[in-house]
C-alpha cells in the first residue's frame, strides 16, 4: 500500500503542555484512520480512531482531527503528563480493510516533568 | 477474555531453521493480520486473513507462510529463517465490520543469528 508520512520522529514536551503530531497520505480511498501508542517492550494500543466521515473526535485529552481534501490527520494531546511519553503511530485503512493497516514510522513523544 | 495471545515471546533460531509462531484470539473476531516491527520502521503488513481458509499477501510476505484453519487460530511460518527476519513480529485482530479496531497481541521477538 502507498506509505504514511508521519512527523515529527521526535518530540519532546513539558509537562501541562500540547502535543501534536500529524500524518499525511496519498491513498484517497483510505476512510478509516487509528492512533496506536506503544510504551517500550508492549503492544500498540488503540488511544483514538476516526473515519472518514467525521472531522474531528475526541476523547478527554486525546482529539484527532481530518482533513480528507488535503489527505492529512493529526493527533493532539493536551495537558501532556509524563505518562503520555511513550511512542506514537498513525495508521490509514483502505476501504473496508481495517485488516490491511499502513502505519506511520512512528514518534516518540517524550513529557518532561 | 484472554485477547490475542501469541506464542512464544522470544524465540532465537540459527539460519535456515524454519519455526512457527503461533496467534489465537478468543474475541471470534473474522479478521486477523501478522505484522513485522522494525526500529524506525513501523509495523509492516506481512500476510492477513478474512476468514476461515482465506489468506492473502500483504506488503513484506517474503519468507513467510501462512494458514487459517479455524477462526480462532493463524500461525506464521518462517520456511528458512534469515538475519534479515530479525524482528518483532506482532499478530492483530478485529471484527469483520467496516473500519472496526485492530488489537494486537504481545509479539514475539524473534533473534537469527
Known amino acids: 500500500g502507498e506509505n504514511v508520512e508521519q512527523h515529527p520522529s521526535t518530540l519532546s514536551v513539558q509537562e501541562g503542555d500540547s502535543a501534536v503530531i500529524k500524518c499525511t497520505y496519498s491513498d484517497s480511498a483510505s476512510n478509516y484512520f487509528p492512533w496506536y501508542k506503544q510504551e517500550l517492550g508492549k503492544r500498540p494500543q488503540l488511544i483514538i480512531d476516526i473515519r472518514s466521515n467525521v472531522g474531528e473526535k475526541k476523547d478527554q485529552r486525546i482529539a484527532v482531527t481530518l482533513n480528507k481534501t488535503a489527505k492529512h490527520f493529526s493527533l493532539h494531546i493536551t495537558e501532556t503528563q509524563p505518562e503520555d511519553s511513550a511512542v506514537y503511530f498513525c495508521a490509514r485503512a483502505p476501504k473496508g480493510g481495517s485488516e490491511k493497516l499502513v502505519f506511520g514510522k512512528g514518534t516518540k513523544l517524550t513529557v518532561n516533568p | 477474555n484472554a485477547g490475542v495471545t501469541q506464542t512464544p515471546k522470544f524465540q532465537v533460531l540459527k539460519t535456515g531453521q524454519s519455526m512457527t509462531l503461533q496467534c489465537a484470539q478468543d474475541m471470534n473476531h473474522e479478521y486477523m493480520s501478522w505484522y513485522r516491527q522494525d526500529p524506525g520502521m513501523g509495523l509492516r503488513l506481512i500476510h492477513y486473513?478474512?476468514?476461515?481458509?482465506?489468506?492473502d499477501q500483504g506488503e513484506v510476505p517474503n519468507g513467510y507462510n501462512v494458514s487459517r484453519s479455524t477462526t480462532e487460530d493463524f500461525p506464521l511460518r518462517l520456511l528458512s529463517a534469515a538475519p534479515s527476519q530479525t524482528s518483532v513480529y506482532f499478530c492483530?485482530?478485529?471484527?469483520?465490520?467496516?473500519?472496526?479496531?485492530?488489537?494486537f497481541g504481545d509479539g514475539t521477538r524473534l533473534s537469527i543469528l
Open positions: 492483530a485482530s478485529s471484527y469483520s465490520a467496516s473500519n472496526q479496531p485492530q488489537h
Open positions: 486473513s478474512v476468514g476461515a481458509g482465506i489468506t
